[in-house]
């Protein structure tokens, strides 16, 4: 088992920004952790009427990533995001783990002060208060953190001393379960370089999919991933985030999701490969999104100073002008290289389109959801 730490609370507490924190303290510490956001391993509706919240459907997901981290070298797992405000996680739903819930809460006005300053809608304020309430009359929790007036570095740091000797040692890793066929399941997996679109195109085409009576999910490849240190043969991680693709797949699947969209990059024909032997059967689709030069360097310029959704791990997001031009640059051989060695079944161009164009031209392109 691996030791897991699981930060909780209401919408507006701190969870993610905390939960990185920490991570980021073991990484620098040479700790061998990883890190992932319970949201992303709970795209896919319309969800199971039996599973509202997709609680259940989440927590397998979490038994399953957790031991691919370990089984990668992985001494611990931090985790962040909602659980059941009732009931936690109930015993048994993550026997692959050794988990610790910390539960970081804050006063009324504090949350709703932090809640509509990162943009939340005001009409929703009520609901995360009743959900605070609901969090702080429960009783799961191994640890309770208060974070009214506190840094999130503050916030860490208390979390750190009250867990005292976490991560500690962990046990020698579950067998893996046996590897699943996926026949003919439709997989799209949208690539290209940074900034090229891929996350907003690829949410795009799965609401399409909702739109078009599917049960359909989403899994973006940069969020299932975070882990150090990473391998210096695999500098992208691939091996793992593959593994960690097919585990929420057999998930989702026997949820009963019919069709899955991929976003993340690849390299080369042996990225590719290592993912369609994880996925041995799937029907995979590769889409590559091209940019241009003055689109890249403005999309990597506007989401380095924020404009976008702040993803947790987002390389770019707070960099200096300066490093952004020189990512910027990066990302313009990368898209070239790709061109060179046409990489993909599909070209996409995203110059001067939004979201739902780019969307349009890949389901002509390719009758993805036409059958």
């Known amino acids: 088992m691996i030791p897991v730490l699981w930060l909780c609370g209401p919408p507006g507490v701190g969870k993610t920004t905390v939960a990185w924190e920490i991570y980021s303290r073991l990484k620098h510490d040479g700790v061998a952790a990883a890190y992932v956001d319970i949201d992303q391993l709970g795209i896919c509706y319309p969800e199971p009427a039996d599973d509202p919240g997709r609680h259940r459907m989440k ?13 990668a070298g992985a001494r611990c797992l931090v985790v962040s995001g909602v659980l059941d405000p009732v009931n936690g996680v109930r015993p048994g739903q993550v026997p692959r783990t050794a988990l610790t819930v910390c539960r970081l809460r804050a006063g009324r006005e504090e949350l709703r002060r932090r809640f509509t300053g990162r943009g939340g809608s005001a009409d929703q304020i009520e609901d995360v208060l009743r959900e605070a309430g609901a969090l702080d009359a429960s009783d799961f929790a191994d640890v309770i953190v208060d974070t009214d007036g506190l840094a999130p570095a503050e916030v860490a740091q208390l979390v750190s001393e009250r867990i005292g000797t976490w991560p500690g040692p962990s046990e020698e890793p579950v067998p893996e379960l046996p590897q699943v066929t996926f026949d003919g399941d439709p997989v799209m997996w949208l690539c290209g370089t940074t900034a090229v679109g891929k996350s907003t195109a690829g949410f795009e085409l799965f609401m399409r999919a ?18 150090s240190p990473v391998p210096s043969d695999d500098p992208d991680d691939h091996q793992l985030r593959a593994r960690n693709l097919a585990s929420l797949w057999r998930t989702y699947r026997a949820a009963g999701a019919q069709v899955l969209v991929v976003t993340g990059p690849v390299r080369d024909e042996t990225t590719i490969k290592t993912y369609t032997e994880a996925l041995p059967g799937a029907r995979l689709t590769l889409c590559r999104l091209h ?35 020189q990512l910027a640059d990066e990302a313009v051989a990368t898209a070239t290289a790709l061109e060179r060695a046409g990489i993909g079944e599909v070209r996409i161009p995203t110059d001067g389109r939004t979201s739902g164009q780019v969307v349009d ?11």
């Open 59 to 71: 927590a397998r997901n979490l038994d399953a990533v957790a031991a691919g981290f370990q089984a």
């Open 210 to 227: 909702l739109r078009a009576g599917r049960t359909a999910a989403y899994v973006d490849l940069g969020q299932i991933g975070f882990r």
């Open 291 to 325: 940019a241009g030069r003055e689109e890249l360097t403005r999309r990597i310029v506007r989401r380095g100073q924020g404009s976008d959704w702040s993803q947790p791990g987002d390389p770019l997001r707070g960099q200096p002008t300066a490093r952004l031009l």
């Open 361 to 371: 031209a890949i389901l002509a392109r390719t009758g993805w959801l036409g059958g």
